[in-house]
């Protein structure tokens, strides 16, 4: 992706590329008067630069989205302030819930095919940050004042584009955390009330959902940045109603050492793993839904995915946040090995599922 119109010469307090702010994990919500809780959306993060009939989406990698996300050019031209600069996240909804499967098909390199997709699944905008408007810069105010301008631009809004529900109440922030998750949330997020928008550092907190699962480890990649043998990741498998194995993700970031012994330890099962081993044929084209890895997308080129089968014996107990379409959205974490469990209990039963709740009912707190 590169950056397309003429992004380098706005005429702006706030020039592009700007890197965004972060956040840093914890385990529990700060608590005092000195915060402001936020839903954490799971998209595409965007910086929004516009002056007058420019418009750039800039992405946390400080590349273009403008040719991926066209239906929001408009509205942003129609409802921005001629001169501003704001932070928030493209998301997707269908059916009720964020749809992170949807944006990432947007990715796409054939302009017909991304805007075949912006007819049928557009993508909203939801802002919850303000860096500059008109010739001022704002990012060494205190977030409370960015919110409250943010909020005051942004009062005669309408979808596609959002403010992100806030709140500075700790009951309310850890309501959202439980029932907001079935729209697919990612958690919680907490900025204090006097904290600078401070590009690349990770002043904010966020709280994630983290879940633990019993999988069946029926693979490995080798680790490659390694001069001796060493372990990458492990391959994980649940099965599914019809008593097939889909890959539904990987557990990875050890220490070098435990990199090291696993390399001895996965010796004894690598022995006939490749008989009769269910994801050693290639990926299905027919349609299956039949997950295997190692398949080659647009996503993955250039990447090694390569790996080596293991008989189905081990179970392992993971730490999951989100999964989404049968799949861990993100790496999962190696907790223990269960030896207790025998793999064939590994199914999707064992996930808890919860209850979507209807994103139009959260924007309505938005304002």
């Given at each position: 992706?590169?950056?397309?119109?003429?992004?380098?010469?706005?005429?702006?307090?706030?020039?592009?590329?700007?890197?965004?702010?972060?956040a840093?994990?914890?385990?529990t919500?700060?608590?005092?008067?000195?915060?402001?809780?936020?839903?954490?959306?799971?998209?595409?993060?965007?910086?929004?630069?516009?002056?007058?009939?420019?418009?750039?989406?800039?992405?946390?990698?400080?590349?273009?989205?403008n040719?991926?996300?066209?239906?929001?050019?408009?509205?942003?031209?129609?409802?921005?302030?001629?001169?501003c600069?704001?932070?928030?996240?493209?998301?997707?909804?269908?059916?009720?819930?964020?749809?992170?499967?949807?944006?990432?098909?947007?990715?796409?390199?054939?302009?017909?095919?991304?805007?075949?997709?912006?007819?049928?699944?557009?993508?909203?905008?939801?802002?919850?940050?303000?860096?500059?408007?008109?010739?001022?810069?704002?990012?060494?105010?205190?977030?409370?004042?960015r919110?409250?301008?943010?909020?005051?631009?942004?009062?005669?809004?309408?979808?596609?584009?959002?403010?992100t529900?806030?709140?500075?109440?700790?009951?309310?922030?850890?309501?959202?955390?439980?029932?907001?998750?079935?729209?697919?949330?990612?958690?919680?997020?907490?900025?204090?009330?006097?904290?600078?928008?401070?590009?690349?550092?990770?002043?904010?907190?966020?709280?994630?959902?983290?879940?633990?699962?019993?999988?069946?480890?029926?693979?490995?990649?080798?680790?490659?940045?390694?001069?001796?043998?060493?372990?990458?990741?492990?391959?994980?498998?649940?099965y599914?109603?019809?008593?097939?194995?889909?890959?539904?993700?990987?557990?990875?970031?050890?220490?070098?050492?435990?990199?090291?012994?696993?390399?001895?330890?996965?010796?004894?099962?690598?022995?006939?793993?490749?008989?009769?081993?269910?994801w050693?044929?290639?990926?299905?084209?027919?349609?299956?839904?039949?997950?295997?890895?190692?398949?080659?997308?647009?996503?993955?080129?250039?990447?090694?995915?390569?790996?080596?089968?293991?008989?189905?014996?081990?179970?392992?107990?993971?730490a999951?946040?989100?999964?989404?379409?049968?799949?861990?959205?993100h790496?999962?974490?190696?907790?223990?090995?269960?030896?207790?469990?025998?793999?064939?209990?590994?199914?999707?039963?064992?996930?808890?599922?919860?209850?979507?709740?209807?994103?139009?009912?959260?924007?309505?707190?938005s304002?």
């Open positions: 992706m590169e950056m397309h119109g003429r992004a380098n010469v706005m005429n702006l307090p706030v020039h592009p590329p700007v890197l965004p702010m972060l840093k994990r914890v385990d919500l700060p608590t005092g008067p000195d915060w402001i809780y936020e839903p954490k959306w799971d998209g595409f993060r965007t910086l929004v630069f516009r002056d007058g009939d420019e418009v750039l989406l800039q992405s946390r990698d400080e590349k273009s989205l040719r991926y996300f066209p239906e929001l050019i408009a509205p942003l031209l129609q409802q921005l302030p001629k001169r600069v704001l932070d928030g996240e493209i998301v997707i909804s269908t059916d009720g819930a964020l749809d992170f499967d949807a944006l990432q098909l947007r990715i796409h390199p054939a302009a017909s095919r991304v805007k075949t997709l912006s007819q049928r699944t557009p993508a909203s905008v939801v802002f919850f940050d303000l860096l500059a408007e008109g010739t001022h810069d704002w990012r060494q105010k205190g977030f409370s004042q919110r409250e301008r943010l909020q005051a631009i942004l009062a005669k809004a309408k979808p596609p584009l959002h403010v529900p806030a709140t500075d109440a700790l009951q309310q922030a850890q309501d959202w955390f439980q029932r907001f998750e079935g729209a697919g949330f990612d958690g919680v997020v907490a900025k204090a009330k006097e904290s600078p928008y401070d590009s690349d550092k990770r002043t904010m907190i966020k709280v994630k959902h983290e879940r633990d699962c019993d999988c069946v480890v029926a693979g490995f990649r080798w680790y490659r940045k390694s001069s001796r043998p060493a372990i990458g990741s492990l391959l994980l498998g649940l599914d109603e019809s008593r097939v194995l889909q890959h539904v993700g990987v557990c990875g970031s050890f220490p070098m050492e435990t990199r090291y012994e696993l390399v001895d330890y996965l010796k004894p099962y690598r022995k006939g793993a490749n008989e009769h081993h269910p050693n044929n290639e990926m299905e084209t027919d349609g299956s839904t039949h997950r295997r890895p190692g398949g080659q997308s647009r996503w993955s080129q250039g990447k090694d995915l390569s790996w080596e089968p293991l008989r189905l014996e081990l179970v392992a107990e993971v999951y946040e989100h999964m989404q379409s049968g799949r861990f959205r790496m999962a974490q190696f907790r223990r090995w269960r030896f207790d469990k025998k793999p064939e209990d590994c199914t999707y039963e064992q996930l808890e599922v919860v209850p979507p709740k209807e994103l139009s009912e959260i924007f309505l707190g304002r």
